[in-house]
């Protein structure tokens, strides 16, 4: 990797030491974590919904909860039996990063087959940046058939659109790629 690429500079740190990766994963020990959304209804806005989110996650990280979990669903499937999610899992996190200090950062997980991976690579090691370290990448091969076809995908081929996914990120994190800069 390159010296002079800031945000992709790997760490000499274990996982262990990282700061999300610490305060989630105790050896040992059982720590709690939250699932966002907390709260969502019908009467309440989206912002005032996220404003209530955030004042809860202050107060959980007060409390010494270890992380906070972002789903990402792309589409609200009515059939599906869940509120889904309203706001995109990387501008949430980041907002979430800018307001609190040591709670972890997870997402729970990000569907790869609707994400180009080198775009993903990127989002996660910036947000990992801006939060000091606190981001958790969690990923998955997506579980609502109906988000497929809208997304131009095979659902059939989520497990390789995975595989290659793993593939490009440790490159992504592990090779330079001089001249080009992020």
Known sequence: MS???PLFRLSDA??????GFARTFRRGELTVGLSLPIEESA?????DSLDN???LIR?????GFAAVWVRDIPLRVETFGDVGQVWDPWMYLSYLAARTSTIALGTAAVVVPFQHPLLMAKRAATLDRLSGGRFLFGIATG???EEFPAFG?????????MAEHLRVYR????TSYSPIRW
Request: aromatic residues 2%; hydrophobic residues 20%; charged residues 40%.
């Open 143 to 145: 579980d609502r058939p």
């Open 153 to 161: 995908q095979d659902r059939g081929t989520r497990g390789d659109v």
């Open 171 to 174: 490159e992504a994190m592990t």
């Open 3 to 5: 010296e002079n690429n």
């Open 53 to 55: 989110q955030v004042r």
């Open 14 to 19: 274990s996982y262990a030491e990282l700061p």
């Open 43 to 47: 009467e309440e806005s989206p912002e």
């Open 59 to 63: 107060k959980a990280e007060d409390a």
